[in-house]
């Protein structure tokens, strides 16, 4: 909820930074044999795309020479612009105060992994502007992708689980295919590209391209094995090598999207999705920790968890718990030091991608006319409350890295608002120009960052938590696995079969003793239960967002 009024407001975007001059022939022949030029979007990574690849009526784009394929596809190396100063490139006329967006995403990434990933600390946190309190109300990997390419809850945009009826690729299809954050972004002028990760379910059984994206590579193959991975390559499918890291691939492709779109009049938003630091497949489909690129297999053979001596690691009190928590798997520390460090070596690939992503941007004159957002679509637990995995209704599995920098944005600034995940693409399309006619349409859900950002607003700390399902009985019984809200200093859940938990962060920060039966809090767990009710089924900014409930009670 914004609490600070709005009106009179005026957008503040810095004019473009540099103005590139046009080069005469001998330049113009080096940077046409050296990358794609021209055209409406970005040639395929492989060369001869078919049809399928770069849109009709694309005649005359050059693309990669046709006789090298990209080192990561297993052939020659693909030429890349390190040596072309920035006034050599051509010329991008002014694009109407808009700025170009890149959003680089993890998986599964925790808030406190962030301190090994030195590179984006500098070039995006210290950049810019910091989010500590920024959560994802559906810690799942496809409703999280699914509130990114909508700035919608799941009861609004059909995404609640992985699978099953509410869940996958298809199901957010049904419900979104020809409106969606790809699509708004399009339609306001930008060019789009997605590169990465996707939704679950996608390619499946009939994987249709999502509308909207100009440049359209989802892997499509061995997406959890991280090497030999197969990138949809808009339309012309490209395998990886085997020893090739699919961060590092997803790297160089944002590289190539960015210095393709630079020289073009239309602004840029561009999708960079990594798999890290998911779990990982064998071939056996057997689960395990996250490979890193070999350069990085070394790394961190001493470092120790920085969550080794938190009370709910090392004395999980689980009596007052679900039994779905109950029931985990549980993981000793050892196993847990094991899976940490595989982890955030994992993570060094996505930071030096961030950091080349960054070089790209500052080489062809884009980045200070560039928003670049980083975060992970969901937190994770690490041993606390005994278990490893996410998709739970605790701080550890909600909390996300979130950084910006870009036009408008002071370096050096840290916000305590609770961000969260649906407030991205209201946040973009401000950016775009095009929020309020996508809100006239009764989509998004979320705030625009943009106010806060600049110290004019503040947000609601009262947010709609929620998993899904795709088992029936639950579905039937409540629809949901579990729902709750978030305040800045409760948290409070239901489960699908009426179990309810509340915690008091002020005093029980790591949510080990359950308060739902405790009388000095029925008074709490009353409000609490009807800033829920409030919340369960809202749709849109006024009912999602901005709802006055007051400051947060005490306990008597």
Not at 17 to 41: F, M, P
Not at 377 to 382: A, E
Not at 395 to 406: H, V, W, Y
Request: aromatic share 8%; charged share 25%; proline share 7%.
């Amino acid at each position: 909820m914004h609490l600070a009024p709005r009106t009179g407001m005026r957008r503040r975007v810095a004019p473009r930074a540099v103005v590139r001059a046009v080069v005469g022939t001998v330049v113009g022949a080096l940077l046409v044999s050296s990358c794609a030029v021209g055209g409406a979007e970005p040639a395929p990574a492989q060369a001869g795309a078919a049809a399928g690849g770069p849109r009709a009526g694309a005649a005359g784009v050059a693309g990669p020479s046709s006789d090298a394929r990209p080192a990561w596809a297993g052939g020659g190396a693909r030429p890349v612009l390190t040596h072309v100063s920035r006034a050599m490139l051509p010329t991008a006329p002014a694009r109407g105060g808009r700025p170009n967006i890149l959003l680089i995403t993890a998986d599964d990434q925790t808030d406190t992994e962030m301190r090994w990933m030195p590179r984006t600390r500098r070039l995006l946190t210290r950049a810019g502007i910091d989010f500590p309190d920024a959560v994802n109300p559906h810690p799942l990997c496809c409703p999280a992708r699914a509130e990114i390419l909508t700035g919608e809850y799941a009861q609004n945009n059909g995404v609640r689980h992985n699978t099953g009826r509410f869940g996958g690729y298809e199901t957010f299809m049904r419900h979104n295919a020809t409106s969606n954050l790809a699509t708004w972004m399009r339609g306001a002028g930008y060019r789009t590209a997605l590169v990465g990760k996707m939704m679950n379910g996608y390619p499946g059984r009939n994987a249709r391209r999502m509308p909207g994206w100009d440049f359209w590579s989802p892997i499509s193959g061995g997406i959890y094995d991280y090497f030999g991975s197969t990138f949809v390559n808009n339309g012309d499918p490209l395998t990886t090598s085997r020893s090739t890291h699919s961060s590092d691939v997803i790297s160089r492709e944002t590289v190539r999207l960015i210095t393709t779109y630079a020289r073009q009049r239309k602004p840029f938003f561009i999708w960079a999705s990594h798999v890290g630091p998911h779990d990982a497949t064998d071939r056996r489909g057997r689960w395990g920790p996250p490979p890193a690129a070999a350069r990085h297999a070394g790394l961190f053979r001493r470092t120790l968890p920085p969550n080794r001596d938190k009370p709910s690691v090392t004395d999980p009190r689980l009596a007052g718990k679900p039994s779905a928590v109950k029931r985990l798997a549980r993981r000793g520390l050892a196993d847990q030091t094991v899976l940490f460090r595989h982890r955030i070596r994992n993570l060094q690939a996505i930071d030096e991608a961030n950091a080349a992503a960054i070089r790209a941007l500052r080489r062809t004159g884009e980045l200070a006319d560039t928003v670049v957002v980083y975060t992970s679509d969901n937190g994770y637990l690490l041993g606390e409350h005994g278990v490893s995995t996410k998709d739970l209704p605790y701080e550890e599995a909600l909390q996300i890295p979130l950084s910006m920098r870009g036009p408008g944005i002071k370096r050096g600034t840290r916000s305590t608002e609770t961000a969260s995940m649906v407030d991205l693409a209201p946040t973009f399309l401000d950016y775009a120009g095009v929020l309020g006619k996508v809100r006239r349409q009764g989509r998004t859900d979320g705030e625009t960052l943009r106010p806060v950002i600049a110290g004019r607003a503040r947000l609601s700390d009262t947010t709609l938590t929620q998993a899904g399902t795709a088992e029936p009985r639950k579905v039937a019984a409540f629809g949901w696995e579990w729902r709750g809200v978030r305040t800045g200093r409760y948290t409070y859940t239901r489960w699908w079969n009426g179990f309810e938990e509340l915690y008091d962060r002020d005093v029980d920060p790591y949510q080990q003793v359950n308060l739902h039966r405790d009388a000095r809090y029925a008074a709490v767990l009353g409000d609490l239960r009807s800033r829920y009710r409030r919340l369960a089924d809202c749709a849109g900014l006024e009912e999602c967002e901005r709802q006055d409930f007051g400051a947060d009670p005490t306990p008597s």
